[in-house]
């Protein structure tokens, strides 16, 4: 635990700090180590204080604890669910020489959207688009394995993608979606080489 937490001090994910109440207004804040000297200022009222035992609470009676903030992007990333997709990158790009992703597409026709991407990747010039979902979402039966290749299919013809990725964390079905999603991509694609379609979990 101990070389996670310095993993992610270093990595500036996580910041190191106090808890400290102010002794005019009772506001209690984290405080980064780096603004915490002999004394603290109040991030509501802004009055200055020696930093004394009356304002850290709820800790060791004798000196105080530390405490952790997340960073605030990774705080938003996780509760956006960014972490399925941000994984599913990493693996498509992690032997290769050139790879470039984007988030989140919105693909249009004239006036019309037509659908919307969770992700692309130009890896080593080949494009992949993709769909990550969130625990249970793929549930592995062939009909709705199909349905989100479908439902895809669209975005990955118009932009004329080699690859299309579906990636949960959920554990892989033993009847992959490579085989289902492949016949039904085959069947309606102008394509001559339909794209390839991986399940990332
Ligand atoms: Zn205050």
Redesign the pocket.
Known sequence: MRSVVDRMLGQGVLTRGLVLK?S????TAFHPLDEVGRDFG?V????RQPLLSGAWCDTPPNEPAWFYRLDELVYQALTENVVVPALALAELGAEAAQARHGWSFELWRGPNRQLELDFACLVDGRLSVGEAKVNGKFDGNAPSAVAEVRKTLPGATLLAADHVVFATTHPPHRRPVRNNGTRSIGSESPRQRPPTVTRVA
Do not use: D, K, N, V
């Open positions: 102010c005019r207004c009772r506001h109040c509501r009222c802004l009055f």
